[in-house]
């Protein structure tokens, strides 16, 4: 099973490095799939790669993944024991913002990783990432808040929208409120496991709202 898990991820992220959906393609170095276990019960997703992403091939690499490393030690895990990915998986030229049609033709790869890994628990990095799972949202409002979710093709699944590392590297006071959100990961994951094992998602989808979401802690 495990084994499964991982080839499927291993496969799907191979195909990825030949697509040329989008015009990132034509403009990155090479494809960040993304990185980690295909075990994993938490999921990272940022935005897209930078500058040392692309030349490394690999997610959270430069000034943020090693403050998101930092992160992970704090709740006592190592990058190995998550999955890291990102929105879009090509650098978008000098960094600038993915575009709305870049993220879509995109979502297919992303979809895949979720539907295999099946975390118990998406993180969302930044407002590009939370956008893609609770639209029409603000951060500043949602951050520390998990969120439970009807996404078509995924299911119902417990999103957590987190300042992006690399927007509180240098803001002091994000700086402190990523890192307190940041904390209550594991609560917030224990939390996700105790409502699943007691069968709570039939109530949490009889209340949702309009939206189809709902805060759950
Ligand atoms: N920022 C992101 O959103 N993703 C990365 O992989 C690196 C920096």
Not at 39 to 50: V, Y
Not at 54 to 67: M, Q, Y
Not at 172 to 194: C, N, W, Y
Request: hydrophobic content about 35%; proline content about 6%; some cysteine.
């Amino acid at each position: 099973m495990a084994e499964d898990k991982k080839k499927q991820l291993d496969d799907s992220n191979k195909q990825m490095l030949e697509c040329s959906k989008c015009v990132l393609r034509g403009t990155c170095k090479q494809v960040v799939p993304g990185e980690g276990s295909a075990e994993a019960e938490i999921m990272f997703i940022g935005e897209g790669p930078g500058q040392k992403e692309d030349e490394l091939g690999r997610p959270f690499v430069g000034a943020a993944g090693k403050f998101l490393d930092e992160m992970l030690e704090t709740i006592n895990l190592k990058r190995e024991d998550v999955y890291i990915a990102n929105v879009v998986k090509c650098r978008p030229p000098n960094n600038r913002d993915p575009l709305p049609e870049e993220a879509e033709a995109c979502w297919t790869w992303l979809e895949k990783q979720i539907e295999i890994i099946n975390p118990k628990l998406v993180v969302t990095l930044g407002r590009h990432s939370m956008e893609r799972f609770l639209p029409n949202q603000k951060i500043s409002q949602i951050h520390g808040k998990a969120m439970r979710r009807n996404i078509p093709g995924l299911g119902s699944r417990v999103f957590y929208a987190l300042y992006h590392p690399a927007a509180a590297l240098y803001n002091g006071s994000m700086r402190t409120v990523l890192i307190q959100d940041f904390k209550k990961i594991p609560k917030v994951l224990e939390a996700v496991k105790k409502s699943e094992s007691e069968k709570k998602d039939e109530v949490i989808s009889l209340n949702n709202n309009q939206d189809n979401q709902e805060t759950l802690f």
